[in-house]
């Protein structure tokens, strides 16, 4: 069965950086691009952007254009997505999709989550 | 980035049946239509429908979308009480080049 497993929780300062994980497994991973998507507390979903595993080609929301990495390691069916220039509203619950299905692409499979906590 | 209006909030008596709306404009819901996704509190969205209106493998039939022009709707018939959730659309903008999400409507089942 499709699973996408994230890595823990992080605590991180201003201005650092976080690193988060999604190991895919129970499908071909350079088959469906994968999405990331956060959440802050209380709030909605907010799309980030996009790595295609199997070119390594990414997309970003222009919200966080400069400031995100997406990079992948199909060795391990793994996604990373990589935050900087941390600030206190990037406090959120962060998620990797996978984009599929058959005539149009939907997010049809979620990791748990993990989330990111940016106190001083 | 401009996203979708849903309505914050519906409430519907068990067994009642449940229409939720999600509005978007001619780039992204009037051109691919919208995904539906479930939310429980503490839990990662679930997709219940995709843009083309198909159902997932394992989606209850309960659950059905549709759309009109630039509107999309997710009718959820004979509410349970595991149907409280959050509910979001979502949908591609090609004039954003950017996925969209709609900011969620909480149904509460009374």
């Known amino acids: ?120 | 980035q401009a996203g979708l209006t849903q309505p914050p909030s519906v409430s519907k008596g068990l067994r009642q049946t449940a229409t939720l709306t999600c509005a978007g404009n001619s780039n992204n819901v009037g051109n691919q239509g919208a995904a539906w996704l479930q939310q429980h509190q503490g839990h990662p969205p679930k997709l219940l429908s995709y843009r083309n209106n198909n159902r997932p493998s394992g989606i209850s039939e309960r659950f059905s979308a549709s759309r009109s022009g630039n509107t999309a709707s997710l009718t959820i018939t004979g509410l349970q009480p595991e149907d409280e959730a959050d509910y979001y659309c979502s949908a591609w903008d090609s004039s954003l080049g950017a996925w969209v999400f709609g900011g969620g409507t909480k149904l509460t089942v009374l």
Request: charged share 20%; with cysteine.
């Open chain 1, 1 to 120: 069965q499709v699973q996408l497993v994230q890595s823990g929780a992080e605590v991180k300062k201003p201005g650092a950086s976080v690193k988060v994980s999604c190991k895919a497994s129970g499908y071909t991973f350079t088959g469906y691009y994968v999405h990331w998507v956060r959440q802050a507390p209380g709030q909605g979903l907010e799309w980030m952007g996009w790595i295609n595993p199997n070119s390594g080609g990414p997309h970003f929301a222009q919200k966080f254009q400069g400031r995100v990495t997406m990079t992948r390691d199909t060795s391990i069916s793994t996604a990373y997505m990589e935050l900087s220039s941390l600030r206190s509203d990037d406090t959120a619950v962060y998620y990797c999709a996978r984009e599929g299905g058959d005539l149009l692409r939907d997010f049809d499979y979620w990791g748990q989550g993990t989330l990111v906590t940016v106190s001083s």
